[in-house]
Structure formats: C-alpha cells, structure tokens
C-alpha cells in the first residue's frame, strides 16, 4: 500500500502534529513531553477502550480516537508516537507507516527482530522518518560520557560492566499483566535489556556474541481482577548476559551486564568502562524513574576516582519531577527536526534492530545454554 497524501500543507518551520497511541507512559510521559517541545505538538489520542480514552480527553483537552483507522485517516495528524504494550505495536506502527505517519516508538519495538526489520524497509520506501525512544542517549551525563570515550579519555576500553538492578516488579503481590508473558515482550530483556543493548552499542561498539542465563524469580502473580487467582509467569525478570563488543578500532571488548526487576533496593544503574589509560564510571542508586540522580567519576593512572563536573552545555533547559520526561523531550525534538527534513532519525530502527536482535539471541543462549553470534 502506498502512503496517504496529507490534504493539509504544511510549513517546514510549524509544530510537528502528532496523537499518541497508548496511555500509560503515553500520558505520564510523551503527552507533557510533546507539550513542552516548540517543535511539536500534540493533537489526539488513541485508545481501544473508550473508558479509558474519554478520561484522558477529558483531562488533556485532545480528541480521542478508538478506531486506529479513522486516526490514520485524519489529515491533521502527522505522526504518531506509539506507547501500547509490545504485543500490537508491529502491527500498529505497520498501518501507520503505510498512511505515511511519522513515527516515535517505544520499546521493545517489536516482539523479535524480523519484525523491527520489516518496520525499516517499508519505512525507507514510505519516506517516513522514524524515532525509537532510546532516551539515554538524550540524557546530559550519557552524553558527556559518550563525548569522553571518543575523546580517547580512558585510551582504549578493555572491559565494560554494566548493573542494572531494580526492584519495580519485587513485590509478589503486584498484578500479573502483558509484562508476566514472554509472548507479549515481557520480561527485563525487552524493559531494560533492549535500553541497555543500545547504550553499550552507541558508547563501545556493536555486539558480536552474547551468552546469556535468564530466570523468574516471582513465578505467579495475582490476576488484576480481585478473585485471587494466580497466574503464572513465564518472562524472565533476571537475566545475566556476556557480550562481545566491536570498538571503533575493531577491537572486541568483553561486557558484563546484569539486569533485574526484582532486586528490593537494588544498586540502580551503573555502568563502569575499564581502558588501557583510565576508567569512567556512570551511575545512579535511584529506584524511582531511572534518569534523576546520576553522577559521572573518571579515575586516570594511578589516581583515585574524582568526580567529573557537568557540562552545562548538555543540560536540559527544564527539568520536571518524573524524570523521563525531560529526555523524552529532546528525543522528541531531534525527531520532529528530522521529520521535517526527511531525514533518516538517530537512534531510530536501525539501532532497535541492533538492540532486539541481541534479546531476541539472548533468550535462545539461555534456553540452549550456548553462546550466540551476531
């Protein structure tokens, strides 16, 4: 199918017009994201259920959808950012790209690689730009990292661990939902895993292998419905990985990652580069929305950590209580910039195939206990 024509023209310099798919992150995080943006701006929402969609019309003033075709016909909206579940959001986005939607996708992008693959070839002929929401890569402390490591500030990187221990999903009581099944992109690999993927890709280079231990620690939860009944888990909410990265010289540099969603006051996020002329070390304790309270230290030979001063020429111009929402703001800008240039976006599917395709082989090493190859 061939890409819809907008019937509105459209100024290169105007707002990008956009609905949001999903209101959960959806709403917490991209509605007041996109409203903050002088680059877009918000339009309409959509929802299957329109009980749940006349409450957040009512409260953001935005027309709702529940026909996900009568939203792509609109010619008033231009793109779409799709926060569902996992489980439709391939098929979604696909209907979307064929409209000729711009897109901004959560992830997991998709429920396996192939899928993020067929997304990135009918974009490429649909002309359509499309964003995935690796927002680290929009956070001050993330970039400033980035910049030391190209800068050759720890020479080259020997070794890299990165711990990721949360503890949203370590109380056994919390319902079971889309997040217990491993069909429907469950689990800490597409949660966290595919975040932390794209980190280490963007900070090191691309992975090459990948040897990986997955467990369920809480393996029933009760149904949401208030009968009691448990149901079972088959996502895994530990998962234990080794990687191979290829730096920038085609050298291959062992990870260690550690990812969990059951940790009760776990250590946060942390991720630690070892090099042959230094260290840097990044992390945060903080269990609450994973971007506030980071700090960045760099150790030079034969001296101590020190922490590393902020570069305020990275810093966001605002900051709000839940802090994804400032990271999703800039993702969202650098997105709609590229839209209206008709320019490919970064980090975009290109790097979501990358990042699903290591979870995708994460979980066959775990359940064939042998080591995978990109």
Partial sequence: MSPSTPNVSVSPAAPLRVAVAGLGFGA???????????????VALWHPRSERLEQACAS??????????????????EALVIATPPGPRFKLARAAIAAGKHLLLEKPVALAASQV??????ALQA?????VDFEYRAVPLFQQL????????????????????????ADSQRPWNWYSQRSEGGGVLGSLGTHAFDTLHWLVGPARSVSASCSTAIGQRPLADGSGRLAAVDSEDIALLQLELESASGARVPAQVSLAAVTRAGRGYWIEVYGSEGTLVLGSSNQADYVHGFQLWQ??????????????????ARTWVDGRVAPVQRILGWWAEAARAGRPMVPGLAEAVHSQAIADLALDSAATGLRRTL
């Avoid at 953001?60 to 010619?75: R, V, Y």
């Fill in 127 to 131: 002309g359509v730009t499309v964003a």
């Fill in 28 to 42: 917490a995080v991209h509605l007041p994201a996109l409203a903050d943006c002088p680059a877009t701006e918000p």
């Fill in 146 to 169: 980035a910049a030391l490591l190209a800068a050759g500030a720890i020479g080259s990187p020997w070794l890299v661990k990165l711990d990721w221990l949360m503890g949203s999903r």
């Fill in 117 to 122: 693959q067929e997304l990135q070839r009918l």
């Fill in 299 to 316: 150790a030079r030979p034969g001296e101590p950590l020190q922490p590393v001063e902020p570069d305020a020429g990275l810093a966001f």
């Fill in 60 to 77: 953001s003033g935005l027309s709702g959808f529940s026909d996900f075709d009568a939203l792509l016909a609109d010619p008033g909206i």
